[in-house]
């Protein structure tokens, strides 16, 4: 299949992965969203809790200064978090009462923000590796604040999301893969008989007019096409047959009174009647020749018969050789000495040759010979003896009526172009040229050659 | 001899019947099926022409009917009609040659005289080309009237020759013919064989001649045909 005209399969297969890998990243961004802000109001919670446990321990002595006692477990937690968790103590007019290291003391005094409420702040230390987080509130007359550095949310929610991909991915793949695969299968197997259609459809020539495509077992959506297909398949066998039927009726007509007028004239005697069997005879040709146009016209030859040119150069010999014969023309078949076959209709081939034989003893004198050469190609050559034919005459002779080599000899006009439309018909050429040593060469390109017969 | 003519034409019958009636044909002319089937419930021919296209049916059901019946005799179909599938049709029902409308008589005479000349039984036969005798019984050849005398293969392939006359026989046609299977056909055996019958002819005076159509075959004719 060509670009232009994809696949449905492939198309199917394509869209399908695409829906997939938009579904997977669509919910990974949900997660990951989420997950930020799960993490966010976690972080909230946290240093609300953090800044109560502070608070708990916080004491005014006797004397009005604030004093912490933290829990030596507390303590510890701080001391080994490395920087991780901060905190600090303020007392009313800013000074760091006391803090969980010096640098969380000066961090905090320099970045708390102003006003008596409680609330959450966002510090980026110059050189850290990430933003710290914190929350302020007030108790006993001290502010206290909290903070946590280093945990990075961004890391977290990317985190989450890998650990989504790793757990989602071991279902949603194979998901994904199966369905491809059932969606890609059932689109196949619906087209299979599609691909026996074609095939079906592909021999059906002039020849098989009667076959029709069946459409049992096709997809209901194909059906009507089938059905449509076969219709026009009917009309166009009723127009061959009409035609058909036509050319044979007028072959008759014309062909029983030449035939009476012929026979007529074979009874009769002496020197006037040699003129009228001339004319008569021109005139069966003309007739001949005509109705075979008329046939190629109304119905295409069926040219899927495998065909034996050395068969049909034999005939053709075989029909020319008496009249050859009577004039002391050596007629000879060289060339592949076996059977050369092709696909073809064997008597409109033979048709064809023997009119090139014909135009080739008529236009030639006496005593010269004819020769046919077959190549294993597919090729026939006619070659005589005569005077040739001028290069600007060569296109004419294959025209209905275009009589290149002049009006002598019976021909009507209409041999070579049988010749040409037979030619065509195959998929081949026909075209005449010079022989070395003077004569025509007409040459009938048939090929390609097919190795065995099938029949 | 009698032959049955089957021909809805009547001018063309006659014309017909009266051109074979020149070479010894007695003709019995009819212009429909049904005439015809009763003509061959009746008499024996020794051939029958048969027209296509009859008023009351297609001439090669009666071909057909002719062979399903296990009647032998030689048939030649005579028809305007040469739609290709026509002649296949023709000659697969049992036709054993086929004449295209329009004719001339000497071509069907000749076609007739052709067809009488085959082997059908034990008939005494004498074949007939110009000047040149052959007596099919007894294997003897006569030129111009005097004998003359031919090797078991020559003979059989004058016989093919004679049989065929006026037509091209293959190289193959012949080889099947004159050689059993088993034997070895030397690549210019027939060749060879031509040769020396055309030098035998030649020297007894024989006014008709074997023509050579190289890589194909080879045509017997009398004079003037």
């Given at each position: 299949?060509?670009?232009?005209?994809?696949?449905?399969?492939?198309?199917?297969?394509?869209?399908?992965?695409?829906?997939?890998?938009?579904?997977?990243?669509?919910?990974?961004?949900?997660v990951?969203?989420?997950?930020?802000?799960?993490?966010?109001?976690?972080?909230?919670?946290?240093?609300?809790?953090?800044?109560?446990?502070?608070?708990?321990?916080?004491?005014?002595?006797?004397?009005?200064?604030?004093?912490?006692?933290?829990?030596?477990?507390?303590?510890?937690?701080?001391?080994?978090?490395?920087?991780?968790?901060?905190?600090?103590?303020?007392?009313?007019?800013?000074?760091v009462?006391?803090?969980s290291?010096?640098?969380?003391?000066?961090?905090?005094?320099?970045?708390?923000?102003?006003?008596?409420?409680?609330?959450?702040?966002?510090?980026?230390?110059?050189?850290?590796?990430?933003?710290?987080?914190?929350?302020?509130?007030?108790?006993?007359?001290a502010?206290?604040?909290?903070?946590?550095?280093?945990?990075?949310?961004?890391?977290?929610?990317?985190?989450?999301?890998?650990?989504?991909?790793?757990?989602?991915?071991?279902?949603?793949?194979?998901?994904?893969?199966?369905?491809?695969?059932?969606?890609?299968?059932?689109?196949?197997?619906?087209?299979?008989?599609l691909?026996?259609l074609?095939?079906?459809?592909?021999?059906?020539?002039?020849?098989?007019?009667?076959?029709?495509?069946?459409?049992?077992?096709?997809?209901?959506?194909?059906?009507?096409?089938?059905?449509?297909?076969?219709r026009?398949?009917?009309?166009?066998?009723?127009?061959?047959?009409?035609?058909?039927?036509?050319?044979?009726?007028?072959?008759?007509?014309?062909?029983?009174?030449?035939?009476?007028?012929?026979?007529?004239?074979?009874?009769?005697?002496?020197?006037?009647?040699?003129?009228?069997?001339?004319?008569?005879?021109?005139m069966?040709?003309?007739?001949?020749?005509?109705?075979?146009?008329?046939?190629?016209?109304?119905?295409?030859?069926?040219?899927?018969?495998?065909?034996?040119?050395?068969?049909?150069?034999?005939?053709?010999?075989?029909?020319?050789?008496?009249?050859?014969?009577?004039?002391?023309?050596?007629?000879?078949?060289?060339?592949?000495?076996?059977?050369?076959?092709?696909?073809?209709?064997?008597?409109?081939?033979?048709?064809?040759?023997?009119?090139?034989?014909?135009?080739?003893?008529?236009?030639?004198?006496?005593?010269?010979?004819?020769?046919?050469?077959?190549?294993?190609?597919?090729?026939?050559?006619?070659?005589?003896?005569?005077?040739?034919?001028p290069?600007?005459?060569?296109?004419?002779?294959?025209?209905?009526?275009?009589?290149?080599?002049?009006?002598?000899?019976?021909?009507?006009?209409?041999?070579?172009?049988?010749?040409?439309?037979t030619?065509?018909?195959?998929?081949?050429?026909?075209?005449?040229?010079?022989?070395?040593?003077?004569?025509?060469?007409?040459?009938?390109?048939?090929?390609?050659?097919?190795?065995?017969?099938?029949? | 001899?009698?032959?049955?003519?089957?021909?809805?034409?009547?001018?063309?019958?006659?014309?017909?019947?009266?051109?074979?009636?020149?070479?010894?044909?007695?003709?019995?002319?009819?212009?429909?099926?049904?005439?015809?089937?009763?003509?061959?419930?009746?008499?024996?021919?020794?051939?029958?022409?048969?027209?296509?296209?009859?008023?009351?049916?297609?001439?090669?059901?009666?071909?057909?009917?002719?062979?399903?019946?296990?009647?032998?005799?030689?048939?030649?179909?005579?028809?305007?009609?040469?739609?290709?599938?026509?002649?296949?049709?023709?000659?697969?029902?049992?036709?054993?040659?086929?004449?295209?409308?329009?004719?001339?008589?000497?071509?069907?005479?000749?076609?007739?005289?052709?067809?009488?000349?085959?082997?059908?039984?034990?008939?005494?036969?004498r074949?007939?080309v110009?000047?040149?005798?052959?007596?099919?019984?007894?294997?003897?050849?006569?030129?111009?009237?005097r004998?003359?005398?031919?090797?078991?293969?020559?003979?059989?392939?004058?016989?093919?020759l004679?049989?065929?006359?006026?037509?091209?026989?293959?190289?193959?046609?012949?080889?099947?013919?004159?050689?059993?299977?088993?034997?070895?056909?030397?690549?210019?055996?027939?060749?060879?064989?031509?040769?020396?019958?055309?030098?035998?002819?030649?020297?007894?005076?024989?006014?008709?001649?074997?023509?050579?159509?190289?890589?194909?075959?080879?045509l017997?004719?009398?004079?003037?045909?």
């Open positions: 299949m060509s670009r232009r005209t994809p696949s449905l399969v492939a198309r199917l297969a394509w869209r399908l992965a695409a829906i997939f890998l938009l579904a997977i990243a669509a919910a990974a961004g949900g990951a969203w989420k997950g930020v802000r799960a993490i966010d109001s976690l972080r909230d919670q946290a240093l609300q809790a953090q800044a109560r446990d502070v608070e708990r321990h916080l004491a005014v002595g006797v004397d009005g200064a604030l004093r912490l006692d933290l829990p030596p477990a507390l303590e510890v937690a701080y001391a080994s978090s490395g920087g991780a968790y901060l905190y600090a103590v303020l007392d009313a007019e800013g000074r009462v006391q803090a290291s010096p640098e969380a003391a000066d961090l905090l005094a320099d970045h708390l923000p102003g006003g008596p409420d409680p609330a959450f702040f966002r510090i980026e230390p110059a050189g850290a590796a990430g933003p710290v987080y914190g929350y302020v509130t007030r108790a006993r007359g502010r206290i604040a909290v903070a946590q550095g280093r945990l990075h949310d961004d890391v977290l929610a990317d985190s989450l999301v890998e650990e989504f991909l790793e757990v989602g991915l071991w279902w949603t793949v194979p998901v994904a893969v199966i369905a491809l695969w059932v969606g890609t299968m059932t689109l196949r197997t619906s087209l299979a008989p691909t026996r074609s095939a079906q459809a592909g021999a059906i020539g002039p020849g098989t007019a009667d076959v029709r495509l069946p459409e049992a077992g096709l997809p209901r959506e194909v059906q009507p096409l089938v059905a449509a297909v076969n026009a398949l009917d009309r166009l066998k009723q127009a061959y047959e009409h035609q058909r039927r036509f050319t044979a009726d007028a072959a008759h007509e014309l062909r029983t009174p030449l035939a009476v007028l012929t026979a007529r004239i074979d009874a009769l005697d002496g020197p006037p009647v040699e003129g009228l069997r001339r004319d008569v005879d021109r069966n040709r003309l007739v001949g020749q005509m109705l075979r146009v008329a046939r190629l016209d109304a119905a295409p030859l069926d040219v899927t018969r495998p065909v034996d040119l050395r068969q049909v150069a034999v005939e053709a010999i075989s029909a020319v050789a008496p009249l050859a014969v009577r004039e002391r023309r050596e007629l000879v078949l060289a060339g592949e000495p076996g059977p050369v076959w092709i696909d073809g209709d064997a008597p409109a081939l033979a048709v064809a040759l023997v009119n090139l034989l014909e135009n080739a003893l008529v236009h030639t004198s006496p005593g010269t010979g004819v020769r046919v050469e077959l190549e294993w190609d597919g090729t026939l050559r006619v070659i005589d003896e005569g005077p040739g034919i290069p600007d005459e060569r296109e004419g002779v294959f025209r209905r009526f275009g009589r290149g080599r002049g009006t002598r000899g019976p021909g009507a006009g209409l041999g070579l172009a049988i010749v040409m439309e030619a065509r018909a195959h998929g081949g050429t026909v075209e005449v040229g010079d022989r070395p040593g003077g004569g025509a060469v007409f040459t009938l390109r048939l090929g390609p050659a097919r190795q065995v017969p099938t029949c | 001899m009698r032959a049955l003519l089957i021909e809805d034409e009547g001018e063309l019958a006659a014309l017909v019947a009266s051109a074979a009636h020149g070479i010894g044909l007695a003709v019995d002319a009819v212009e429909s099926l049904e005439d015809a089937r009763a003509a061959l419930a009746a008499v024996e021919y020794d051939l029958v022409v048969l027209d296509l296209g009859l008023p009351d049916g297609d001439g090669v059901s009666l071909l057909r009917d002719l062979r399903a019946g296990g009647n032998p005799v030689p048939v030649l179909v005579l028809t305007a009609r040469d739609g290709r599938d026509d002649r296949v049709a023709g000659l697969d029902a049992g036709a054993d040659d086929y004449v295209l409308k329009p004719f001339h008589m000497a071509e069907l005479l000749a076609r007739l005289k052709a067809l009488l000349r085959r082997p059908r039984g034990p008939l005494a036969m074949l007939e110009g000047n040149v005798f052959f007596d099919t019984v007894h294997r003897r050849v006569e030129v111009a009237g004998p003359i005398v031919l090797a078991r293969r020559e003979l059989a392939l004058l016989e093919l004679m049989r065929r006359a006026g037509r091209v026989l293959t190289r193959e046609a012949i080889e099947e013919h004159l050689y059993g299977f088993e034997e070895e056909v030397g690549p210019n055996a027939t060749e060879v064989n031509v040769h020396r019958v055309r030098k035998k002819l030649a020297a007894a005076g024989a006014n008709a001649e074997i023509h050579t159509l190289r890589g194909v075959g080879y017997m004719e009398g004079p003037g045909s």
